[in-house]
């Protein structure tokens, strides 16, 4: 088991996890010339649905209260082999990126199960897209993974993410950004942002994310809302650990980069999207195949 | 042990039953009388192959006329066996003729006096030491049994009596041509005596044989007991009278009719590899074998009467004999080891096909469905038998295949090899789609039946469990027994 | 040994009273019962003897059939195979007498005796060490399955089915019969240990013999295209025949592939690639082809092909590994392979028990008839949910280990400078990663369609809960899963043994090289144990909120429609229809597709057909063809006795014509 | 003697012709009685330990049974289906006869190579003993009569009692009647199931029996 000390970062993560969500509206807000929500306006959300009773669906069964706890669980471990940028996860073995895209599954798994638990049509459609996009999103991350392990020559994050340093950025400089293009894209699928899902429509029909949990309520909807915003952070953290390639070997400094660079990454999700419109539901998979073909790239690169 | 006297009871036997039958009031009497015969036979046979496993290796009688060796003893056992199995059946089948073809007295006894004069006559034809006495015996089992097959004159069963007369008595007349042949071909140089036609003289290394006569010879025996044996594609008779004759009748046709044909051209080859090496011989057999397991396949496929379709199996399985006799001493081994087993599970597929056709008022294959139900006993007898000839473990067949495999491998022939396992794979795949749709199913019309008798349980038994038993054990004795049959037929040096 | 001789005896004996019995219906239950389970028992104390102690066992005597004798040896291999055989067969024999429960005619007295001699047969195989007495076993083995998948012979679809296996079966042990026959004749012994000292001197020969072994082992095994006869046989046998099938007996194809490997020596790079790509190919398109299936069987039995495939992916590295000369590659990719193979007997099994339950309860396998099951068979939808979690490799069960060890195998290779590994490697992690997110899809769809939602039947509106035994069997391999899952680290260093065996090492080096995984798997099972915790504690923090807040039922939402019925919930084909669209051109599944038009639509329909490529493209088509070209032989027996004659002629002029040039 | 044997060997090629350009079934019979007298003898003739109470047994076996009794039944044969008297070839007669030539050029060609081989033989006889057998064959495939398949295989039996007679002297006694005895019953049979046709086809045009194929 971990040290108690090293449980620092993930406590920061559950903390901050929600802010981003805030930052990525805000912005959205600022370009399109409103004033937008308050910055914290995710945490008054998730501890207003903490508050709230529950309605169920009559159908349904424990399955349904399972989901959002399962969902919130497999992000909360997530964290433990998680890096945040150069400073070390505070569990870190060779293999650990296999158990985080487990990880990432079952959480996903547990939502979806959740959904169906309700029986209706319009949940029923919302896991349906889900599964077929993270089925084609999970070789395309554990590609990205695999060619970052090759060029940094080790199969455990925190190692991985302590030598992309500048140095090694200079001399895999094309790799390094092609892998980061993929992650970005992981990173929009797997969070159903535009230009992948609009969190923010109203339309069932056309909805991914949202529209499977749109019958949980209370304390579950607020599980949900949380661990979605876990689930920004971390891949968020893949991609920033990349992009940031601050190793001066000092926590606070690498950690202080890190938080900088996550708080950019936000800013440029919220870009994104009020730059973007939502692609076709049919035009989703084209998109992430071709990310995880730019890594394929990036690996043949290395391969010599 | 009185061997040679056992050998004169066992053809006067079923020789006088025969005159016997001529006489006897009632219609079960025959049938009485012709399962009696048959079962002494039996033990005849068994008593003069006990005899010549003995020390000295063969027995003969009537100075040299008969002669017995292993080989021929293995073949009078099968026989023998074959013939109990099936006047046992017999006797069960005849007493449930439908009524259109009532087994009346006078019937019943033509039949009495072919059956057992047919058994003479191959008995003959094993055991004499006499090429032209052995062609005599042909002969006659061909002109015997050919009104077997019309016991119930019929359009059809006449079609196919006339076929079967016609066309065996031409290749029946080659092989005679081809006996006369090899007499020259000894004499040719000098020595003429009476025992010119002796097949020990022959085979004798003293005999210098002329190879010109002898190739010639080998022709004309090959293509005319070929056509008796049913080799392809001179086998054209074989399922027009497999058909048409009644179930026993077919049983003992394609039982051991046809290896006794088998064993005759068997006899003339050992001289012939003596006279011209192995591979005259062997390069004939082989293309012989082969060529009629592959027709065999192919026809069927697309077979629509159960009899038939039993009939073509019969052409696969002689070419498999044929194939292995080509193969050398192991492939020998295995020939003799199929020819038993296939005698006795085609014998059982027969009595099945027979019964059921009874049942069903046809042998047509899509009015025979959901045998098991229709009657447990036949339907199982019919899934066994079925599946044996098909080369399913723990079936004897699929031992005596892979012996023959070993053989195939052994002497380097992979053309053969795979030609052999490509058919047997057809043959697989359409037979078991027959098999599936005769046996299982919900059952089609079918009258109830008479009762079996007491003879029907023994009968399955005993065949199905010699299937069986020597699938997955082979009983010391009898290994020694094939393998000394097949050493008789290896060259002298 | 004497356990063994044991269990075999006792399942004969078992099966044979069941049919004398058949009759006195409980009697004949209860003796098939008997029989299977204490047989089994003790055929599984065997293995586990052999597995524990390290030194194998055996058993040689004289057996009257030429070119063979009675060889039979129980080492660190065998015993690991005869794990699943053995193991299965018991939970299966608790199983079966209450799934039986009213039937008292022959056929499943029948069905017991087939079932016994199916393990008896299976054992005999893995355990057997001369070629003769293996094709013998194999070849029995080959047919028990037959009686069990024709067990309801009425319905030509199943008779169908059952010709389907016995020709599949069969085909493939002609590549056997060629092999042995082959072995035994350069050896000029039946003996496996001839076997492999012969090979040494003819070099030339082992790569045929490895294409040989691939072919009529895979047919078993199930790969692509040779799967043809899993999806057709499995979904009508009896269930809890269909799991040990399924469990058990296409392992024993694995094995026989293994067993072969082992006497070939070093392997050569080429197999490993070859292994690699038939285990891609069978993974993936198995679990696409289960994507597009809606009967519950049939998915499971798709399921299998994939996860053959998974298996071969990982005996694929390990050969690459020995074949380059990687040690630690070649150990952690037979030990995922391995591990596999008894991951997917459990969990394979509890899905097959788990369908064989509802279709007692529901009277129907067919996806959309079923729903709403998990009210009403609270224990089967909680089994079958572990099962299901289990085979999509989730943490923290059973799946996810082997899969674990798998991809671990493959970042090792993608870190090997050999341009060659490191692609394999990179195959290897995205196939899976593509195989795992699939098999998510679909069994999201099973679980989800089965037993969520609101019954889409009357049937399954009034399914209950079945007896005891069945609930038994499936909690003991539900609790395996999670056992394992949970104790990784043990289950992988106990395969040291095994895995030593085929590669070649000592059981000290193989099993220094595990314990280089399972450090990382104690900590990733720490990491699962906090996840639990934190599962608990956000449960916890839910109930004590939702204790004071107000909690009540409602309608799910409907889009404003007011009057929604079970018949409006997604279908299992709706559900799958954007994958099975997208990979149309490998599933070639056939859709009926009516859009609603105008703006008062009438009537308008979605339907697939799952069409198994293998069957319409290549194995219907050559069949069809076949019979046309060999009906024209009809021809040349037309029934003219002038013609048949002129045959006769025409065969000896032609000999004398030939002989006399 | 061999003036003699060439004659009997011209003869005998004469009577297959004739044979072979008969329509008449009445008129085929005759001539095989004929050949059968003619072929007979030819025990008689053929070797130079002249008339032996062996080769006089022989000979008027066969000429007995080949040139009285097989005709005679087969002429009453022929009686009871008075309907139909025509030989109903296949093949044209003319063609027939073409036929016959080349069959007479294959034959002695074959013969060429056993010829050294059977030194004490007359080669003549050889010749035409091969010449009969296919020109029995021929009968018997080119007629559509079933009593002309019998007439053809009659032909076809002479052709190999010649062939055993000129090669084989040590033929035991005993065989030589068992052979006899055989083309006796053989005769004896077909008649028999001539009737049977006879009686359920009403014809003995044999190309009828195509019921069973396949």
Redesign the interface.
């Known amino acids: 088991m971990p040290a108690p000390g090293s449980l620092v970062l993930p406590l920061c993560a559950l903390i901050l996890a929600p802010l981003l969500l805030g930052i990525v509206n805000r912005t959205k807000a600022v370009i399109a010339g409103r004033h937008g929500p308050p910055l914290l306006q995710p945490y008054w959300d998730i501890a207003k649905s903490l508050r709230r009773g529950a309605v169920y669906g009559e159908v349904t069964t424990w399955l349904l209260r399972l989901g959002p706890v399962g969902g919130l669980a497999a992000l909360a471990a997530a964290l433990l082999v998680m890096p945040f940028g150069g400073v070390g996860a505070p569990v870190s073995f060779s293999g650990d990126i296999i158990v985080l895209v487990g990880l990432l599954a079952l959480g996903r798994f547990a939502t979806v199960l959740a959904a169906l638990d309700t029986g209706s049509s319009f949940e029923g459609m919302g896991a349906s897209r889900e599964v077929h996009f993270s089925a084609l999103a999970e070789p395309a991350l554990l590609l990205a993974l695999a060619t970052l392990a090759r060029v940094t020559g080790s199969f455990a994050l925190t190692p991985v993410y302590q030598a992309v340093a500048i140095g090694a950025w200079a001399d895999a400089l094309p790799t390094f950004a092609l892998v980061g293009m993929t992650l970005l894209v992981i990173l929009l699928v797997e969070n159903t942002r535009i230009p992948v899902d609009d969190p923010t429509t109203h339309l069932e029909l056309t909805m991914i994310h949202e529209v499977m949990v749109l019958d949980h309520s209370g304390p579950d909807f607020g599980l949900i809302q949380y661990a979605a915003a876990l689930k920004v952070w971390i891949l968020g953290a893949l991609l920033a650990g990349l992009v940031v390639p601050v190793r001066s070997g000092s926590v606070w400094l690498d950690g202080a980069a890190m938080l900088v660079g996550m708080v950019l990454l936000a800013g440029v999700i919220g870009m994104i999207e009020s730059a973007m419109a939502r692609y076709r539901l049919v035009h989703v998979p084209q998109f992430i195949v071709g990310a995880a073909t730019l890594s394929a790239v990036a690996f043949i690169i290395r391969l010599v | 042990m009185y061997a040679s006297q056992s050998i004169i009871a066992a053809l006067a036997l079923p020789l006088s039953g025969a005159l016997f039958c001529l006489v006897l009031p009632r219609s079960h009497h025959v049938l009485k009388t012709i399962v009696g015969v048959s079962a002494v036979e039996l033990l005849l046979a068994l008593n003069i192959w006990a005899a010549v496993l003995g020390p000295k290796g063969f027995v003969t009688a009537a100075d040299q006329w008969f002669y017995i060796d292993a080989f021929s003893s293995f073949h009078i056992v099968v026989l023998t066996l074959v013939f109990a199995l099936s006047s046992a059946f017999a006797s069960i089948y005849f007493t449930h003729e439908a009524d259109d073809l009532v087994f009346t007295t006078s019937i019943a006894r033509r039949f009495g006096v072919l059956w057992l004069g047919a058994q003479t006559a191959m008995l003959l034809v094993l055991m004499s030491n006499?090429l032209?006495?052995m062609?005599?015996g042909m002969?006659?089992t061909t002109?015997l049994t050919?009104?077997l097959i019309?016991l119930h004159?019929?359009?059809?069963s006449?079609?196919?009596?006339?076929?079967y007369?016609?066309?065996c008595?031409?290749?029946i007349?080659?092989a005679?041509?081809g006996t006369?042949?090899a007499?020259?071909?000894i004499?040719?140089d000098g020595g003429?005596?009476?025992d010119?036609?002796f097949w020990t003289k022959l085979a004798s290394a003293e005999a210098h044989l002329?190879p010109?006569?002898m190739?010639?010879a080998f022709?004309?025996v090959?293509?005319g007991y070929g056509?008796k044996a049913g080799l392809a594609?001179?086998h054209?008779?074989l399922?027009?009278a497999h058909?048409?004759a009644p179930a026993p009748v077919s049983a003992m046709f394609s039982g051991f009719l046809l290896n006794t044909a088998l064993y005759c051209i068997m006899r003339f080859a050992t001289p012939v590899r003596q006279a011209l090496g192995q591979d005259f011989a062997s390069g004939?057999l082989i293309v012989f074998g082969t060529l009629s397991i592959l027709?065999a396949a192919?026809?069927i496929?697309?077979?629509?009467d159960a009899k038939?379709l039993l009939a073509y199996h019969s052409v696969e399985h002689m070419g498999i004999i044929t194939l292995g006799y080509a193969l050398g001493p192991l492939g020998s081994?295995a020939a003799l080891f199929h020819t038993l087993n296939h005698s006795v599970c085609k014998s059982l597929a027969f009595f099945a096909v027979g019964r059921l056709g009874q049942r069903y008022g046809s042998h047509e294959m899509h009015t025979i469905a959901g045998a098991l139900r229709a009657d447990r006993l036949w339907g199982v007898s019919l899934l066994i038998s079925l599946?044996a000839l098909i080369g399913?473990?723990?079936f004897s067949i699929?031992?005596s295949e892979?012996?023959l495999?070993?053989a195939a491998?052994?002497a380097g022939a992979w053309l053969t090899?795979f030609l052999f396992?490509a058919a047997?794979?057809?043959v697989?795949?359409s037979a078991?789609?027959h098999m599936?749709?005769m046996v299982?199913?919900?059952a089609s019309r079918h009258d109830r039946g008479g009762r079996d008798g007491k003879l029907a349980v023994p009968i399955v038994v005993a065949a199905a469990g010699l299937l069986i038993v020597l699938g997955?054990?082979?009983?010391?004795p009898f290994?020694h027994a094939l393998s000394s049959a097949a050493a008789v037929l290896a060259v002298r040096p | 040994m004497l356990e063994f001789t044991a269990a075999i005896l006792l399942l004969a004996f078992g099966g044979m009273l069941a049919i004398v019995l058949y009759p006195r219906a409980g009697l004949c239950q209860l003796a098939g019962q008997t029989g299977a389970v204490l047989g089994s028992a003790s055929g599984l104390v065997a293995a586990l003897h052999v597995l524990v102690t390290g030194d194998a066992i055996s058993l040689s005597s004289i057996w009257h059939m030429p070119g063979g004798s009675l060889q039979l040896e129980i080492d660190a291999l065998s015993a690991f195979f005869l794990l699943p055989v053995f193991g299965l067969s018991i939970v299966t024999g608790l199983y079966g007498r209450s799934y039986f429960a009213g039937h008292r005619d022959i056929a499943s007295a029948a069905s017991w005796f087939h079932l016994n001699m199916l393990t008896a047969t299976m054992a005999l195989v893995i355990a057997a060490r001369d070629g003769l007495l293996f094709l013998l076993a194999w070849e029995t083995m080959a047919l028990s399955p037959f009686f069990l998948v024709i067990f309801d012979d009425r319905k030509a679809a199943v008779r169908h089915a059952a010709w389907t296996y016995l020709v599949a079966a069969h085909l493939g042990t002609a590549f056997l019969l060629v092999l042995f026959v082959l072995l035994g004749t350069i050896a000029a012994s039946s003996d496996f240990a001839a076997y492999g000292a012969a090979l040494k001197d003819h070099q030339a020969l082992r790569s045929s013999v490895f294409l040989l072994a691939l072919i009529g082992f895979g047919v078993k095994a199930g790969i692509v295209p040779a799967h043809v006869w899993l999806p057709e046989a499995h979904p009508v046998a009896p269930s809890h025949a269909s799991a040990l099938m399924s469990g058990a007996m296409i392992k024993v194809g694995i094995y026989g592939l293994v067993r072969v490997l082992t006497l070939l020596g070093t392997p050569e790079p080429w197999w490993g690639w070859l292994l690699i790509g038939v285990g891609a190919s069978s993974g993936v398109l198995g679990v696409l082809f289960a994507l597009a299936q809606h009967d519950l069987k049939r998915l499971l039995a798709y399921h299998s092909v994939e996860n053959i495939g998974i298996i071969l992916l990982g005996i694929g590295i390990g050969v690459l590994g020995l074949a380059k000369g990687m040690p630690l590659l070649a150990v952690i990719g037979f030990a995922s392979g391995f591990l596999h193979v008894l991951n997917h007997s459990i969990f394979k099994g509890l899905l097959f028990l788990g369908a064989g339950a509802v279709g007692r309860a529901a009277h129907s396998l067919e996806l959309e008839e079923l729903g709403g099951l998990l009210k009403r068979m609270p224990w089967t939808g909680t089994f079958f949910l572990i099962g299901a979690a289990a085979i999509v490799g989730l943490p923290p069960l059973n799946g996810f280990v082997s899969e674990f060890l798998l991809l671990y195998a493959g970042f090792l290779a993608v870190l090997q400078p050999a341009a060659a590994v490191a692609v394999a490697g990179l195959i290897v992690i995205v196939i899976l990663g593509l195989i795992g997110g699939l098999a998510a899809a679909c069994f999201a769809k099973a679980f989800g369609i089965v037993f969520l939602g609101s019954p889409r039947s009357a049937e399954a509106s009034e399914a209950r809960e079945v007896a005891r035994p069945m609930r038994a069997s499936m909690a003991v391999l539900a609790l395996l899963c999670i056992a394992i899952g949970l104790g990784a680290p043990l289950a992988v260093a106990s395969l040291a043994g095994v895995v030593a065996q085929v590669t070649g090492a000592t059981v000290a080096t193989a099993s220094a090289q595990l314990a280089i995984v399972t450090r990382p798997l104690a900590l990733a099972v720490s990491v699962f144990v906090f996840l639990i915790a934190v599962a608990a504690l956000a449960w916890a923090l839910r109930a004590r909120r939702l204790a004071v807040a107000s909690v009540r039922r409602g309608p799910v939402w409907g889009c404003g429609y007011l009057f929604p019925s079970p018949k409006m919930q997604y279908t299992a084909s709706s559900f799958a229809q954007p994958l099975t669209t997208q990979f149309h051109l490998l599933i070639q599944n056939r859709e009926a597709f009516v859009p609603p038009q105008g703006y008062f639509p009438a009537a308008s329909s979605y339907a697939s057909d799952s069409g198994d490529p293998a069957l319409h493209l290549l194995f219907v088509p050559t069949f069809r063809w076949f019979d046309r070209v060999v009906t024209r032989l009809n021809v040349i027996q037309h029934g003219h006795i002038h013609v048949y004659i002129l045959y006769v002629a025409a065969t000896l002029i032609a000999l004398l014509i030939w002989e006399s040039l | 003697m061999s003036p003699l044997i060439e004659t009997i060997h011209a003869v005998g090629l004469l009577t297959c012709f004739a044979l072979l350009a008969t329509s008449r079934i009445g008129a085929c019979i005759r001539w095989l009685s004929f050949q059968g007298i003619l072929f007979g003898m030819v025990p008689l003739i053929v070797h130079d330990d002249g008339l032996t109470a062996r080769a006089m047994l022989l000979a008027g076996g066969n000429i007995a049974l080949k040139g009285i009794v097989f005709p005679w039944l087969l002429l009453g044969l022929r009686a009871r289906a008075d309907f139909n008297r025509e030989v109903q070839p296949f093949v044209s007669f003319v063609m027939s006869i073409l036929c016959g030539i080349l069959i007479l050029a294959l034959s002695v060609w074959l013969t060429q190579e056993m010829k050294p081989a059977l030194a004490k033989a007359p080669f003549v006889m050889l010749d035409s003993s091969i010449f009969l057998i296919f020109i029995g064959l021929f009968l018997m495939i080119s007629r559509r009569n079933a009593l002309m398949q019998v007439i053809g295989f009659l032909v076809l039996e002479n052709g190999i009692f010649v062939f055993g007679v000129i090669t084989v002297v040590g033929t035991p006694l005993l065989v030589e009647l068992g052979v006899l005895l055989d083309a006796f019953v053989g005769v004896f049979v077909m008649g028999i199931a001539i009737y049977h046709i006879t009686r359920e086809f009403g014809s003995m045009d044999v190309d009828r029996l195509t019921e069973l194929r396949g």
């Open positions: 006499n032209g006495i062609w005599v002969e006659a002109l050919a009104f019309s004159p019929s359009r059809l006449l079609e196919a009596m006339w076929k007369l016609i066309i008595s031409v290749g007349a080659f005679f041509m006369l042949l007499a020259a071909s004499q040719s003429i005596g009476a010119a036609l002329d010109t006569l190739k010639f022709v004309f090959l293509v056509t594609p001179i054209s008779w399922p027009d058909s048409q004939l027709v192919g026809f496929v697309f077979q629509r038939r081994f599946l399913v473990a723990p699929f031992m892979y012996q495999l070993r491998i052994g090899l396992l047997s794979a057809v697989f795949v078991l789609r599936i749709n299982f199913g919900t997955v054990w082979m009983p010391l290994y």
